[in-house]
């Protein structure tokens, strides 16, 4: 079945890292995806990464993915206050790009 | 190039009115996805369609709700007779037609209240 979970909140304080986990349950994932939504607004593509891959790193942002487990993390050094958002896990899974959402994690920066 | 693109961006609708909302694809793109996001929750799929197909409809409810994306013009998501619990936010991605794998690339949304 396809269900993808992320702990609801996360509070940061400026400069440290961050940490936002997700689990899914489909193991025939091809994509797994982070979003990011600001709020009233649509989401944004931070990255993405092919299921054969155990990690991807992109300037402040780090990507772990552990295919037995079925567990992605995002990582995003250095937090910034611009980076409170709500930030959604996703998943796309066989030929074409249904792409299934997690319910997303709200990240507080405090300065 | 401009993205994707979606209007009106706000909608207020009485119940039994129908609700239309237009998305334009990015240019090239021929693949365009609507979800729908509820109060406080993650992003449904809906439908996936390309152009004057509908490729996959298995989160559209069956009833009031439908959507086209013909040769010319934008993708529309027709809701009609609209209920209190329709009031959501409508959001709409498109991807190239290229490859198998292409990301999706989300407008700004329609945030539809039906009062």
């Known amino acids: 079945g396809e269900d993808v979970e992320q702990s609801l909140f996360l509070s940061v304080r400026e400069g440290d890292s961050s940490v936002i986990n997700c689990t899914y349950t489909?193991?025939?994932?091809?994509?797994l995806y982070w979003y990011k939504q600001e709020p009233g607004a649509g989401l944004q593509l931070l990255t993405y990464?092919?299921?054969?891959?155990d990690m991807k790193q992109d300037q402040r942002l780090t990507v772990l993915l552990n295919k037995k487990d079925k567990h992605l993390s995002l990582r995003i050094a250095d937090t910034q206050t611009g980076d409170s958002a709500i930030y959604f896990c996703?998943?796309?899974?066989?030929?074409?790009?249904?792409?299934?959402f997690g319910t997303g994690t709200k990240l507080q920066v405090i300065p | 190039n401009a993205g994707v693109m979606q209007n009106p961006r706000h909608l207020v609708r009485r119940r039994g009115q129908e609700a239309r909302l237009r998305c334009s694809p990015m240019?090239?793109?021929?693949?365009v996805y609507w979800y729908r996001q509820l109060p406080e929750e993650g992003l449904k799929f809906m439908v996936y369609l390309q152009k004057e197909n509908i490729i996959d409809e298995s989160g559209m409810p069956k009833e009031r709700f439908s959507a086209e994306f013909p040769k010319e013009g934008p993708s529309i998501l027709r809701i009609q007779q609209v209920v209190r619990g329709d009031s959501a936010a409508y959001f709409c991605?498109?991807?190239?037609?290229?490859?198998?794998?292409?990301?999706?690339?989300f407008g700004p949304g329609t945030r539809l209240l039906v009062l």
């Open positions: 990464i092919f299921s054969n891959m």
């Open positions: 996703a998943e796309s899974i066989g030929g074409y790009q249904k792409v299934t």
């Open positions: 991605a498109s991807s190239p037609p290229t490859g198998a794998y292409e990301t999706q690339y």
């Open positions: 489909d193991s025939s994932s091809t994509y």
């Open positions: 240019k090239g793109h021929s693949h």
